[in-house]
């Protein structure tokens, strides 16, 4: 999975008002979303869903689809919160691919799913940039929706009950609680058949995991924090 620390406590940022929002989205049939990828035993799980929210904001920006590297950021991003296989935080990915102008390619920097020394020379290679990222407000599912009808979305969840690690199909509806403890992408959302409104998340435990890697999580339910807290702690880079 890859523990998430303890939340730090943001600045409120400037959230993007859409006013207006499709019923349906999803960012894999716009191709904004690269092939689901397997973390393994390293739990870095926030760098995964960073460079899946930071691979949509390219590929819209540019219309270039580039698989991203995990492992400069396992390797790289150590001087703050983040600690590779020991756990992270999307926000604090976000911060150091800006500051470090950028982050490199899946192929030239590949994943090896162990805590590795930074490589200066594949680093200083950027590939994608980004300028920054906004937080969505917290606990408010329409404030997350109106940030996915735009982007797909670093979410974090509570992925610790039996009920989200057996997921195989359908939309999950629960038992979990709200103790985050992983980092996933939101990368659409939409309605079931029977009416159930769901997201569309992306994981990083391979594609024999889920519907080929994704889960369909039930959406707009009563609790505001979202089913598995979904809603609590949302971000996207910006470019």
């Known amino acids: 999975m890859g523990s998430l620390p303890s939340k730090l406590s943001y600045d409120k940022r400037n959230y993007e008002n859409v006013s207006a929002v499709p019923a349906s989205m999803d960012w894999r049939k716009k191709g904004a979303v690269t092939g689901i990828k397997d973390q393994g ?10 460079v899946a929210a930071m691979e949509g904001i ?11 590297s995990e492992q400069e950021l396992v390797d790289c991003d150590t ?4 600690e590779g296989c020991n756990g992270g935080l999307m926000d ?7 500051n470090n102008n950028g982050l490199t390619t899946e192929a030239n920097y590949p994943y090896q799913a162990v805590d590795g020394t930074c490589n200066s ?10 300028t920054g990222y906004e937080d969505v407000p917290a606990n408010n599912e329409a404030a997350l ?9 670093s979410v974090a969840i509570d992925a610790s009950g039996n009920g989200f690690q057996f ?23 939409g309605t079931s058949s029977d009416g159930t409104k769901y997201w569309l998340v992306k994981n990083s435990w391979g594609t024999g995991w889920g ?10 339910i009563e609790a505001k924090e979202g089913l598995c807290g979904i809603a609590m702690q949302a971000s996207y880079p910006t470019s």
């Open 167 to 189: 997921y195989s199909s359908g939309v999950f509806a629960g038992d979990c609680g709200t103790e985050l403890d992983h980092g996933v992408t939101a990368v659409g959302y």
């Open 211 to 220: 519907e080929k890697g994704y889960i369909l999580m039930q959406r707009d």
């Open 58 to 68: 390219h590929q819209l920006k540019t219309g270039k689809l580039i698989s991203l």
């Open 145 to 153: 929706l109106k940030a996915v009808a735009n982007q797909p979305v």
């Open 79 to 82: 001087a703050g919160e983040d």
């Open 92 to 98: 604090d990915a976000f911060t150091f691919i800006i």
């Open 121 to 130: 020379n594949k680093e200083a290679n950027h590939a994608a940039k980004i």
């Open 41 to 50: 035993q390293c739990g870095c799980c926030w760098a995964f869903s960073a």
